[in-house]
């Protein structure tokens, strides 16, 4: 279909392109001859997909199809990845090609980089006593995780990350403080108001990473290395940018700072901070169920071979906050878009990349609602993905907004009323499922969701009333949410 498929596509290039997410989106349009002329699903492609996507073509002729492809994936990767859009008229795919045009190969190039500051860079990591790294999105999409280790080593700095970063550092490395945002780390949220030096590798310095919260004290010093000198000085003014690949800037700093003397006591203070967040209880027993409690029995059935997707809202939060993530492209989440529905189609998608691996999406009611029909999807390309289902009756985080900073003026968040069976409609589909009302049933039923030969949906029944903190305010004079264990 051309319109309607076009605009149903939007929202998830839109998706791609805040995450940076390389993708070549093929639409169909109305033949050349009928453009501008109203027909039938015609829709301005162009410049519904202009703000959404690195680059636009559109395909007239056969003979342009080639190069539109290879150039489109070209631009999809070079420099900050996204989506690259190729419209094509119904009378271009009926026409005929040499499919010899169709097998180039193509080199993607970088876009150039400039070091000149790295030797300044070292200088300010050799004087800091108090450095603090923050790896983005970037060290995941350069595969730059194994660098950044051994840099995070070499100059003895905690390492934070925001949501788009789990897992650039292993959970458990002694090294990594947690999560940056409005539902971060009380740990990250402390290393950065101390720090003297951040130290900021592929993080765009979005407003949640960099919130009046979060923002570090007035003597700090902030290195920026990006690929994209576009998210310079946006949110926060650096002493240094540095326009780079992450592979060649990491491998030169890490040469260049060995032997840096590291500062014991900050690494005690670091220490410190994590182990005070490390002993927050999860393993609770009450019930109604604490989404905590979900996440501490999930663990259990996680290593790093097993593919986490969410959806959006508390239980996207929930997971960040509570999942051991070992290792990158583990976690897959809608973290700059934030786009509600995400966790079963994206749970789909891994499962179809790599059908060896077990895959397991955490989502809520909400978000599942919007989405749950792809269940059709999952049974019919046989694709055995777990769907986690905290189920607590609301949309929780607008629930939790309008408690906490609209004086519980409750308006179009309940679902309890009107939710449907889970399991009976996913086993209208031809899944399987089971309903978990009682801490001690969670664990068996993601051992049969686990070993399950086909999509598996665990309803959880969790505490409608359970708030996700510590938050950050969206007003500054407001003080920061504290959890359960008050860290």
Known sequence: TSGPGTTNVVTG??????????????TGQVASGSLGLGAFQEV???????????????????PQLPRAIDEGWKVAQMGRPGPVHVDLPVDSMNSQIDESLLCQSYEIRQPKSDLSNIPEAVQLIKTSRRPVILAGGGIIGSDTSEQLVR?????????????MGVGAIPYDHPLNLGTLGMHGRLSAYSVMKEADLVIALGSKFSDRT??????????????????DSTEFDKHKTAALNILGDLRIVLDMLIEQCAGVATHPEWLAVA???????????TDYDSTPILPQKIMHELNKFLDKDVIVTTDVGQNQM?????????????????????????GLPSAIGAKCA??????VTVTGDGGLLMVVQELATAVAENLPVVICLINNGW?????????LFWDKRYSATKLYDSNPDFVKLAEAFGARGVTVEKPGEIEDAFRQAFASDRPFLVNILADPEEDMVPMLPPNPAIPLVRGRCGF
């Open 13 to 26: 290039v839109g998706t791609a392109y805040a995450d940076s997410i390389p993708m070549l989106v093929l």
């Open 44 to 62: 301005d492609a162009f410049s519904l997909m202009m703000p959404v996507t690195k680059y636009n073509y559109r395909v007239l002729e056969l």
């Open 151 to 163: 840099f995070a080593e070499i100059i003895g700095a905690p390492v934070v990350t925001p949501m």
């Open 210 to 227: 960099y919130s009046p919260h979060t923002r570090v004290s007035p003597g700090c010093r902030v290195i920026h290395v990006d690929i």
């Open 271 to 281: 220490a410190g901070y994590r182990a005070k967040c490390a002993s927050c209880k």
């Open 318 to 342: 929930w997971a960040m906050h509570h999942l051991n993530i070992e290792r990158p492209r583990q976690f897959i989440s809608s973290g700059s878009f934030g786009t509600m529905g995400f």
């Open 354 to 359: 790599l059908p060896d691996k077990k895959v």
């Open 395 to 403: 949309l929780g985080m607008v629930r939790q907004w309008q408690k």
